[in-house]
């Protein structure tokens, strides 16, 4: 801790010091009448963070919004900084012969920059007098913020959604299963990248690492999360009891075709006929289907997922298939039964959006995962696991679930809809991210 706060002491006095110089200028260091004409020199970039154990750090590249140190020669006298082609503003007062502060602001093009000015730095002292030097410009570090299926099987292909996602070379499944051929990125904007699952994914889940043009990311850990299940028709069903229009145990194949995500062995469905169900301004349910919510405590426990973790970092997730067009209708996921239909649930209604109004939500062509954060439910909005299962404890009937309704959602009306929605893996995860870091001694 001292060494950390001496560093952040010294990086601070190391400012002053260039301010203090700038200021006095002849004090610092001899007097260069021929500043202004002679050559540029960078012989080092730092990067600036005080609130990195390293606050002064040699560094190979940059990240958007990111402060750097040049180190060299004949910095007095410069005029304009472009970074890939974009003139940024420095701070004059910050500069000496030798040393100079610049920051590589969001403004910045980077996938966008033109070729002959992408991963530069010039400075310029006059159309003449300047300098060209070769530096990796990156975007802000990437994201993964959404994994299509999260429980697919070998050889099925699954898209990673997120931002920054662009120029991805690898992508490391739990198990440290290696993927990099094969790999489709989004290299215009960077919203996401397609794999293929490889096979020797550990049963443990957890995270997907990918490596990109913008350096490296984690999803959230629930990847393959299999130890989190509390109900999938096969080897693990919990059924209570169901009510209204839900099918028997299926096992065809669904879909026939396609590279995605298919059914997995047996599952079931909410709306099994396609009956239409009609507008309603309260959403009415027209498929129940109830399994014990005893279980949980046995399987979810706190070596599973600490029952510390917020409501906002855990979640229901579930497996879903549907034909045709999501065009109304939602599934409500009730957690614990007995407070009325509108209590311990969350819902998903894909097609109402409460900032775009209606949303046109067409047929996937394969199986996903839908998620359902426990503090989309106000009961548990600021909670934690722990109170969750509490909750699950004390509920009045030893059932918890996925209901299949239709009725207006966020202010969007609903409309008469024929929905049918197959489900499957029923499971509890977590949403906690692993940290990463561009250098690994940080932290150290």
């Known amino acids: 801790m001292k060494n950390i706060i001496y560093k952040k002491i010294w990086t601070l006095f190391s400012l002053l010091g260039l301010f203090a110089c700038a200021l006095g200028f002849n004090s610092c260091e001899d007097d260069d009448s021929s500043g202004d004409k002679s050559p540029i020199t960078i012989t080092k970039v730092y990067l600036e963070d005080a609130q990195s154990s390293v606050p002064d750090r040699e560094v190979e590249f940059t990240r958007l919004g990111q402060t750097l140190r040049l180190e060299g020669s004949g910095f007095s006298g410069v005029k304009r900084v472009y970074i890939n082609g974009h003139n940024v503003y420095f701070n004059p007062v910050y500069v000496t012969n030798t040393s100079m502060l610049i920051r590589s602001t969001q403004e910045v093009p980077v996938l966008e920059a033109s070729d002959d000015v992408r991963n530069t730095i010039r400075l310029e002292k006059s159309n003449d007098n300047y300098l060209v030097y070769n530096f990796e410009i990156r975007a802000s570090a990437p994201t993964i913020t959404n994994i299509s299926h999260t429980m697919p099987q070998a050889g099925e292909v699954i898209t990673l959604t997120g931002t920054g996602l662009a120029g991805v070379t690898k992508v490391v499944f739990p198990g440290d299963v290696?993927?990099?051929?094969?790999?489709?990125?989004?290299?215009?904007?960077?919203?996401?990248?397609?794999?293929?699952?490889?096979?020797?994914?550990?049963?443990?889940?957890?995270?997907?690492?990918?490596?990109?043009?913008?350096?490296?990311?984690?999803s959230p850990a629930y990847f393959n999360f299999k130890k989190g299940l509390i109900h999938n028709f096969d080897n693990i069903s919990n059924v209570a009891w169901t009510s209204g229009e839900v099918s028997d145990d299926l096992s065809a194949v669904i879909p026939a075709t396609g590279n995605g995500p298919k059914s997995q062995g047996v599952y079931r469905s909410l709306n099994k006929d396609g009956k239409l169900m009609s507008a309603s301004d309260a959403p009415v349910d027209v498929s129940r289907y109830w399994i014990k919510n005893s279980v949980w405590s046995s399987i979810i426990t706190d070596a599973v997922i600490p029952w510390s973790t917020s409501a906002s970092q855990c979640a229901v997730q579930m497996d879903i298939y549907y034909e045709g067009e999501w065009n109304s209708g939602d599934i409500r996921f009730v957690v614990a039964d007995g407070w009325g239909t509108s209590r311990y649930c969350m819902i998903y209604a894909p097609w109402a959006s409460a900032e775009s109004g209606r949303v046109v939500v067409e047929n996937p062509g394969s199986w996903y995962t839908i998620t359902l954060p426990f503090s989309e439910s106000s009961d548990f909005n600021g909670k934690d696991l722990s109170a969750v299962m509490?909750?699950?404890?004390?509920?009045?009937?030893?059932?918890?679930?996925?209901?299949?309704?239709?009725?207006?959602?966020?202010?969007?009306?609903?409309?008469?809809?024929?929905?049918?929605?197959?489900?499957?893996?029923?499971?509890?995860?977590?949403?906690?991210?692993?940290?990463?870091?561009?250098?690994?001694?940080?932290?150290?």
């Open 178 to 218: 290696v993927v990099t051929e094969g790999i489709l990125s989004d290299d215009e904007e960077g919203l996401f990248c397609v794999v293929t699952v490889p096979a020797g994914v550990s049963n443990e889940g957890g995270a997907i690492f990918i490596e990109c043009a913008n350096g490296g990311a984690y």
């Open 390 to 444: 509490a909750q699950i404890a004390e509920a009045s009937y030893d059932q918890c679930g996925p209901w299949l309704e239709n009725g207006t959602i966020n202010g969007v009306e609903s409309e008469p809809t024929n929905l049918n929605i197959y489900i499957d893996n029923i499971r509890i995860v977590p949403l906690t991210v692993p940290a990463y870091s561009d250098f690994p001694d940080d932290e150290e």
